[in-house]
């Protein structure tokens, strides 16, 4: 949730924190996605009746911290439900390319490259890590998972993560 210029964050049995944000004034940040090593952050900001994608950096001060130089990630997508990092360069995006459904899309940040690999039915989040398959929650109470090429059920679940 962005108030002003702050995210409020919160981790799981840990109380709400607030990260200042510069650079994106009265935006609606409505998900926020820390890379592994710390550095950058994913946000899903809401404009109108869209979600786009930025990347930040994370600067750290004492015991502040502070989201900056938001830059909007370029790519098919024009309606990002969620995001996960799959690499140090690679972002999966659970979205829309404007024309179909919600399907997960490959970003390379660092080529600015995007290549769909679909997903199941009804996705609605999605989890990644360097060297694990890419996961999607969807209706339903299940898990699925990219492998080979194509999407398989997993265990029940609605919203798979990696630890990091």
Same mark, same amino acid.
């Given at each position: 949730m962005?108030?002003?210029d702050?995210?409020?964050?919160?981790?799981?049995?840990?109380? =709400?924190?607030? *990260?200042?944000?510069?650079?994106? !004034?009265?935006a609606?940040?409505v /998900?926020?996605?820390l890379?592994?090593d710390?550095?950058?952050?994913?946000?899903?900001?809401?404009?109108g #009746?869209?979600?786009?994608? &930025?990347?930040?950096?994370?600067?750290?001060?004492?015991?502040?911290? $502070?989201?900056s130089g938001p830059?909007? *990630?370029e790519?098919r997508? #024009?309606d990002a439900?969620d995001?996960a990092w @799959? #690499?140090?360069?690679r972002?999966?995006?659970?979205g829309?390319d @404007? =024309?179909?459904p !919600?399907?997960?899309?490959l970003v390379?940040?660092?080529?600015?490259?995007t290549?769909?690999?679909? =997903?199941?039915a #009804?996705p609605?989040? *999605?989890? =990644?890590a360097? +060297?694990?398959?890419?996961?999607? @929650?969807? !209706? /339903? +109470?299940?898990?699925?998972? &990219?492998?080979?090429?194509r999407?398989?059920?997993g265990?029940?679940?609605s919203?798979? $993560? &990696?630890p @990091?």
């Amino acid at each position: 949730m962005c108030i002003r210029d702050r995210v409020r964050t919160a981790a799981p049995g840990s109380p =709400a924190a607030e *990260v200042r944000l510069s650079g994106l !004034d009265g935006a609606d940040v409505v /998900g926020v996605r820390l890379a592994r090593d710390g550095t950058r952050a994913a946000l899903l900001v809401r404009q109108g #009746s869209r979600r786009s994608l &930025y990347l930040t950096r994370v600067v750290r001060s004492g015991s502040t911290v $502070t989201l900056s130089g938001p830059r909007r *990630v370029e790519s098919r997508v #024009s309606d990002a439900v969620d995001v996960a990092w @799959g #690499s140090a360069s690679r972002l999966v995006v659970l979205g829309s390319d @404007g =024309a179909g459904p !919600d399907q997960a899309f490959l970003v390379d940040i660092g080529q600015g490259s995007t290549r769909p690999i679909g =997903a199941p039915a #009804s996705p609605r989040t *999605v989890a =990644a890590a360097p +060297n694990r398959l890419v996961l999607i @929650g969807g !209706d /339903g +109470n299940r898990v699925w998972q &990219y492998q080979s090429g194509r999407w398989l059920a997993g265990v029940e679940g609605s919203s798979p $993560t &990696y630890p @990091g």
